[in-house]
């Protein structure tokens, strides 16, 4: 069990600092909306993707683009959905 909780630690690690790098990379400024995405991050406690993306628009780069893929969705998918209305339902606040 300690093992599986500091797999799981890592794990949340390395994708905030996927997400930090690619600001890096791209010199994102860390604006509060990024910041409600690091925590939902960490927040969800399933199998998960994180992918990281630009978007060129005329002469306007647009770097922070991310997404994040739930892996099962069939066994969990209200689990998913709860946590995902959560995060959304704090951007009312933004």
């Known amino acids: ?23 890096q990379a791209f010199d994102v400024e860390p604006v509060y909306p990024l910041r409600l995405f690091e925590d939902f991050v960490i927040e969800v406690e399933s ?3 994180l992918e ?20 099962d969705q069939a066994q969990e998918w209200q689990n998913y959905l709860a946590q995902s209305l959560a995060f959304f339902g704090k951007w009312k606040t933004v």
């Open 1 to 23: 069990m300690i093992v599986a909780d500091i797999q799981k630690s890592s794990l949340k690690e390395q994708k905030l600092q996927f997400i930090r790098n690619h600001q």
């Open 47 to 49: 199998d998960c993707s």
């Open 52 to 71: 990281a993306s630009c978007k060129i628009e005329l002469d306007k780069l647009i770097a922070s683009r991310f997404m994040l893929f739930f892996k």
